[in-house]
């Protein structure tokens, strides 16, 4: 192996290593923001347990449930139930999208 190679592979492992810790210490989130078709709907707090039911301009819906810091996705009026079915998210950045209805359940600080 040439020094050059061995450069490459340390920094290629570095790299690895930094994007494992970035993923793993993600703070967790403090609000949920809920977007209609990229608009701002409203923002709920994930610290105040909560069912809430999110309506569309053309009346389809969807019930978000936020406890224990957990934001949770649990009934839709949507045919493919993707949202309902994505599994519970808890820090910053995390998603939960429900294309049909274009709603975003997006976690921030």
């Not at 210490?25 to 709907?41: C, N």
């Not at 493919?80 to 975003?104: A, D, F, R, Y």
């Amino acid at each position: 192996m040439k020094k050059g190679d061995i450069i490459l592979i340390g920094i290629g492992v570095a790299l690895l290593a930094f994007a494992i810790v970035f993923i793993l210490v993600r703070p967790k989130a403090v609000y949920v923001a809920v977007y209609e078709d990229g608009v701002l709907m409203d923002r709920y707090p994930l610290n105040k347990d909560t069912e809430v039911t999110i309506r569309t301009k053309d009346g389809h819906w969807n019930v978000m449930q936020i406890k224990d810091g957990t934001l949770n996705v649990i009934e839709a009026d949507c045919p493919n139930q993707i949202c309902v079915n994505t599994v519970p998210v808890t820090k910053t950045g995390e998603s939960i999208l429900c294309l049909p209805h274009k709603i975003s359940f997006i976690l921030e600080q």
